[in-house]
C-alpha cells in the first residue's frame, strides 16, 4: 500500500485564492513527522512546512499552512493568497519513528498559478 | 553559505561506464541521503548514511553504490549495472537525532545516457 498518496496530478488557481492540496498517508507508527516540500522548474526541493503526529494545532508557516486531520489521515497543504511563483511542484512527505530519519514521498501535485 | 553543493549539474553516460555524482555538505550534519527522481514521479530513496563508515539501503539501490569516509561527502557511483539510469538525481542531509526537523536538499543531478 502506498504511504503517502496525492490524488490531485494537477492543479490551476488564480493569482490571490487560496488553494489546497490533498496528501493522505497510512502508518502504524503512532509518532511521524509529515512534510510538504516546493520543486520549482528549477529544480530544488524547498522545505516549507512540518506538522508532528502529536502536535495540538496545525501548522502554519507565513502563507502556508497545514489542515491535520488526524483521524482521516490526511495532512492537506494550505496556500493563501496565491503567487505566481508559488507555481510549482508540490510534495507531501512522511518520516516514521520506526523508520530512522527516511523520507516517504508522494508523486506530487503540480501547481499553476494563473493571472 | 551553509549548504549542499551537487556536482557535475548535468552527467551523460555512454554504455558499461561507471559514472560519480558528487554531494558534499557544510552543515555540520550527520545524515545523507541520495534520492533518484524520475519524471513525473517523487523522489525515491537510494542509499543513506547515518554516521561516517556506514550507510544503509534503500528502496532501490540495485546498480548503485556509495561511501561515507567524510561527514562532508557522500558520492553515489552509477555503475553499468543500473539498467536505467536516465533521471534527476537529489542529494539531501539532515542532523540525525531531531525527529522534526527538515531534510536539505542539494540542486541536483541530471544523468542521461549516451
Known amino acids: 500500500a502506498q504511504k503517502i498518496t496525492q490524488t490531485q496530478p494537477g492543479m490551476f488557481v488564480q493569482e490571490k485564492e487560496a488553494v489546497t492540496l490533498d496528501c493522505t498517508y497510512d502508518t502504524s507508527d503512532p509518532s511521524y513527522g509529515l512534510f510538504w516540500y516546493k520543486q520549482p522548474s528549477s529544480g530544488e526541493m524547498i522545505f516549507l512546512i512540518y506538522q508532528g503526529s502529536y502536535d495540538q494545532q496545525n501548522a502554519t508557516e507565513g502563507r502556508y499552512s497545514l489542515n491535520f486531520q488526524k483521524a482521516r489521515k490526511s495532512a492537506n497543504l494550505v496556500i493563501s493568497a496565491s503567487q505566481l511563483g508559488d507555481s510549482a511542484m508540490y510534495f507531501c512527505a512522511m518520516r516514521e519513528r520506526g523508520g530512522g530519519n527516511k523520507l516517504t514521498f508522494g508523486t506530487g501535485t503540480q501547481l499553476k498559478v494563473e493571472l | 553559505d551553509g549548504g549542499i553543493t551537487q556536482s557535475p549539474k548535468y552527467l551523460f553516460r555512454k554504455e558499461g561506464q561507471n559514472v560519480t555524482l558528487s554531494c558534499e555538505q557544510n552543515?555540520?550534519?550527520?545524515?545523507m541521503y541520495w534520492y533518484r527522481q524520475d519524471p513525473g514521479q517523487g523522489l525515491r530513496l537510494i542509499y543513506y548514511?547515518?554516521?561516517?563508515?556506514?550507510?544503509q539501503k534503500g528502496d532501490i539501490a540495485e546498480g548503485y553504490s556509495v561511501s561515507r569516509e567524510k561527514k562532508e561527502s557522500f558520492p553515489l557511483t552509477v555503475t553499468s549495472a543500473q539498467k536505467n539510469p536516465t533521471a534527476f538525481y537529489l542529494c539531501?542531509?539532515?542532523?540525525?537525532?531531531?525527529?522534526?526537523?527538515?531534510?536539505?536538499f542539494g540542486d541536483g543531478t541530471r544523468l542521461s545516457i549516451l
Open positions: 552543515l555540520n550534519h550527520d545524515a
Open positions: 548514511s547515518q554516521i561516517v563508515n556506514d550507510f
Open positions: 539531501a542531509s539532515s542532523t540525525a537525532d531531531s525527529f522534526n526537523q527538515p531534510q536539505h
